[in-house]
């Protein structure tokens, strides 16, 4: 069983379109995030949410949204598309809420913008 | 400001040799956590092994082990009998609870390891 999923592994689209990225874990986890790997291999932390609830909210564009519908999904819609968005973005999920928890990750989802 | 350094952009290994792979970590605070994640040339984030500020002991994973010395600020990764399948890039990552927690990341180091 897939513990974190996203959704597109690959999503390639034209600068300007609104697109969105779905991920889910199916571990009971009351903690998720949102990274974006750039092509240097640095990970950046954009969002957290416990419980729903955003707790992390670094400096992203206001064009980055998450949503968490409930506490098993976290999806991010990006929208008017820019060429500096291309990245490879990670949903994460941590357990027992706040705390030094590993991180579980998805298989990433690879942005490229054309 | 809170910090991670990795030392080693890149590394070769002959396979059944031990390897180290440095970090060292920059914080004020008494109480944090370390952790390191392997992510191979697939690119999904596999976590490797935890080591809590305050844990006595260096943590244990099978090969992985992490050398925790407190006093000079590193949280190294030792990597016993390397096998060819460790070929990766290598995270490490300092979790504080002034930070909600959040995973500072260190640039990672590529390990490649030769037959």
């Known amino acids: 069983d897939t513990a974190v999923s996203q959704t597109p592994k690959y999503l390639v689209t034209q600068m300007g379109n609104d697109k969105s990225i779905k991920c889910e874990q199916n571990?009971?986890?009351?903690?998720m995030y949102w990274y974006k790997q750039d092509s240097k291999k640095f990970l950046k932390i954009m969002f957290s949410?416990?419980?729903?609830?955003?707790?992390i909210n670094e400096t992203v564009p206001n064009r980055f949204s998450p949503k968490s519908p409930d506490k098993a999904h976290l999806n991010l819609h990006i929208n008017s598309l820019e060429l500096g968005d291309s990245a490879v973005y990670f949903c994460?999920?941590?357990?027992?809420?706040?705390?030094?928890?590993?991180?579980?990750f998805g298989p990433g989802t690879r942005l490229t913008v054309l | 400001a809170q910090k991670i350094t990795q030392t080693q952009p890149g590394m070769f290994v002959q396979e059944k040799e031990a390897v180290t792979l440095d970090c060292t970590y920059d914080t004020s605070d008494q109480s944090y956590g370390l952790f390191w994640y392997k992510q191979p040339s697939s690119g999904e984030m596999i976590f490797l092994i935890y080591q809590g500020s305050y844990d006595e002991q260096n943590a244990t994973e099978g090969r992985y082990s992490l050398n925790f010395q407190k006093a000079r600020k590193s949280a190294n990764l030792v990597i016993s009998a390397s096998q060819l399948g460790d070929s990766a890039m290598y995270f490490c990552a300092m979790s504080r609870e002034d930070s909600n927690y959040q995973l500072i990341w260190g640039a990672g180091t590529k390990l490649i390891i030769k037959p």
């Open positions: 949410y416990n419980n729903k609830e955003l707790i």
């Open positions: 994460a999920s941590s357990p027992r809420g706040l705390g030094y928890n590993e991180q579980f």
């Open positions: 571990l009971g986890h009351d903690t």
